[in-house]
Nanobody, 120 residues
Framework: QVQLVESGGGLVQPGGSLRLSCLASGSISSIRAMAWYRQAPGKQRALVAA???????NYADSVKGRFTISVDNAQNTVYLQMNSLKPEDTAVYYC??????????????WGRGTQVTVSS
């Protein structure tokens, strides 16, 4: 079993910053990729940013230049630094990971999400 636990969400004013963290734990052999998705009320869940084991990154156009994804491989933790936040960034943010387990299986896992609200 693999668990992903997000933290760092909250209420922030427009223009402010937040840093989300996601810790992966459990029967992990290695992590192939980690990503952040978000889902706003009435909308589908969408990719925000992703990072692969080689360090390559991918961002949604709406967050390019404002958000940065990074990973601490030793700690199995992925971060999302969010700057210049806008009200339209309000959503539940979910962590996602492709993980090779100690049972030699590749699985895709989700966290439970953390709420980010951008409002004055």
């Amino acid at each position: 079993q693999v668990q992903l636990v997000e933290s760092g969400g909250g209420l922030v004013q427009p223009g402010g910053s937040l840093r989300l963290s996601c810790l992966a734990s459990g029967s992990i052999s290695s992590i192939r990729a980690m990503a952040w998705y978000r889902q706003a009320p009435g909308k589908q869940r969408a990719l925000v940013a992703a990072i692969v084991s080689g360090g390559g990154t991918n961002y949604a156009d709406s967050v390019k230049g404002r958000f940065t994804i990074s990973v601490d491989n030793a700690q199995n933790t992925v971060y999302l630094q969010m700057n210049s936040l806008k009200p339209e960034d309000t959503a539940v943010y979910y962590c996602n990971a492709d993980v090779y387990t100690t049972y030699m299986e590749l699985g895709n896992y989700w966290g439970r999400g953390t709420q980010v609200t951008v409002s004055s």
